[in-house]
């Protein structure tokens, strides 16, 4: 049977690989290279630890702050936010004390299976070495900040993932560049890093055409449709016939999903980076800091990487002014960064409002398949989302309930 991916991230790579593997003739089909979007520039983080919804009422009561903070976490065009209101009322109702533990228990039991499936996944293709064997620290000022994660702290202790408290001495015991003014830290001992996050993405789909597979250059306009789906039409005229479709084109998902008369409350999350390069740059060698967490207003906000909430959608140009403010924050906690020259990135991130990814057939259409939504959480979820989809379409039994992450809960 032939099934087409659009979408050619890591996700998308992940899901034509597996199903290339169980003898679907697969053509993965975007309109750029293989992991240019979004994979190409994140944390490069197999983060089991940050499943928790961003919806609890530890973060969003912080969010009208943040919004005021120019330099806070969380930003949003004026413009924009008549747009947010549907997705902002569904963001609120995933506050509620039984929906948080329903949507802590289905991000938990993706991560419970995330790390064992990308260090197969990698060992399959031949690039083992692409992954770090030590854990990442989260890095707090004192115990005051410390104590309020505490609901970070205890949400691992109720799904058994396994962590260490740091005190002063036993922090610049790993990362003798950090700070004296880091008082506490948490050592989160399963969660790894990738050497680089592209790599990973460009090694998989090598092996997915090694195995067969066909990776097509175009922009999707549209479907074909009888009963089921039959085809996929680009925008230069070809058609793509195809008994299967699976939509994994990160936040242009909810495009695709409105064709198909079946709308997903998709948002994008704008995610920055800075990479420090060339004459004059000093990057300490930092084991346990990539993809690391910095709390409290004097380590700019929950997260270290500038992000920008639905800042503008998928059209407004970037404000690199986040990128700025990443690297300011960065050299409050390491006192020895020297940036140089330094090149700026920005990517778009899926965002649904309970946090919980999309990871389903479609609810109208059959033959057609979702995955999508996985936030910041695309690289940590990818090689576990490609098992999945490669179960759904095959009719496979999965290793865990999908009923959760179907495409119609909202």
């Known amino acids: 049977m032939t099934t087409v991916v659009v979408g050619a991230g890591i996700i998308g790579v992940s899901i034509a690989h597996d199903l290339q593997k169980r003898s679907r003739e697969v053509v993965l089909v975007d309109k750029g290279e293989p992991g240019m979007g979004a994979s190409f520039g994140n944390m490069a983080s197999i983060a089991v630890t940050e499943f928790m919804p961003a919806s609890r009422p530890s973060v969003w009561r912080q969010i009208p702050g943040w919004?005021?903070?120019?330099?806070?976490?969380?930003?949003?065009?004026?413009?924009?936010?008549p747009r947010l209101v549907p997705w902002f009322l569904r963001f609120l109702a995933a506050s509620r004390p039984t929906k948080l533990r329903e949507l802590e228990e289905q991000g938990a039991a993706l991560c419970k299976?995330?790390?064992?499936?990308?260090?197969?996944?990698?060992?399959?293709?031949?690039?083992?070495?692409q992954l770090t064997e030590t854990g990442c620290l989260s890095l707090y000022a004192d115990e005051a900040e410390f104590r309020a994660d505490?609901?970070?702290?205890?949400?691992?202790?109720?799904?058994?993932?396994?962590?260490?408290?740091?005190?002063?001495?036993?922090?610049?015991?790993?990362?003798?560049?950090i700070t004296t003014k880091i008082g506490k830290a948490v050592l989160f001992l399963d969660n790894r890093s990738l050497k680089s996050p592209h790599r990973y993405v460009t090694l998989l789909a090598e092996r997915?055409?090694?195995?067969?597979?066909?990776?097509?250059?175009?922009?999707?306009?549209?479907?074909?449709?009888?009963?089921?789906?039959?085809g996929v039409r680009l925008k230069d005229g070809r058609v793509l016939e195809a008994e299967e479709v699976v939509l994994c084109a990160g936040a242009w998902t909810g495009i695709l999903a409105?064709?198909?008369?079946?709308?997903?409350?998709?948002?994008?999350?704008?995610?920055?980076?800075?990479?420090?390069?060339?004459?004059?740059?000093?990057?300490?060698?930092?084991?346990?800091?990539?993809?690391?967490?910095?709390?409290?207003?004097?380590?700019?906000?929950r997260h270290p990487r500038g992000r920008d909430g639905g800042d503008g959608g998928l059209d407004a140009a970037p404000d690199y002014r986040r990128s700025k403010v990443t690297v300011r924050r960065a050299r409050?906690?390491?006192?020895?960064?020297?940036?140089?020259?330094?090149?700026?990135?920005?990517?778009?991130?899926?965002?649904?409002?309970?946090?919980?990814?999309?990871?389903?057939?479609?609810?109208?259409?059959?033959?057609?398949?979702?995955?999508?939504?996985?936030?910041?959480?695309?690289?940590?979820?990818?090689a576990t989302t490609g098992r999945l989809i490669g179960d759904l379409v095959t009719g496979a039994?999965?290793?865990?309930?999908?009923?959760p992450y179907r495409i119609d809960r909202f």
């Not at 140089?340 to 398949?369: C, K, N, Y």
């Open 67 to 81: 919004m005021l903070d120019p330099e806070g976490p969380v930003r949003v065009r004026p413009g924009y936010m």
């Open 113 to 129: 299976l995330a790390l064992g499936d990308t260090e197969a996944l990698l060992k399959e293709i031949g690039a083992a070495d």
């Open 150 to 177: 505490r609901d970070h702290i205890e949400i691992l202790d109720r799904f058994g993932f396994a962590y260490e408290v740091l005190g002063g001495n036993a922090i610049r015991d790993l990362e003798p560049e």
């Open 208 to 230: 997915f055409q090694a195995l067969g597979g066909r990776i097509e250059r175009g922009e999707v306009l549209g479907f074909d449709r009888s009963d089921r789906i039959t």
């Open 258 to 301: 409105a064709l198909l008369g079946e709308p997903i409350p998709l948002e994008t999350e704008r995610g920055y980076h800075t990479q420090i390069i060339g004459p004059g740059a000093v990057a300490p060698a930092l084991d346990h800091l990539a993809g690391a967490r910095l709390h409290g207003d004097a380590h700019g906000g």
């Open 332 to 382: 409050e906690a390491l006192p020895n960064l020297r940036v140089g020259q330094a090149t700026e990135w920005m990517g778009h991130r899926p965002a649904l409002p309970d946090t919980v990814p999309i990871i389903s057939r479609s609810a109208r259409t059959p033959g057609v398949f979702y995955a999508t939504g996985h936030g910041h959480l695309g690289v940590t979820y990818a």
């Open 397 to 403: 039994t999965p290793p865990i309930d999908l009923h």
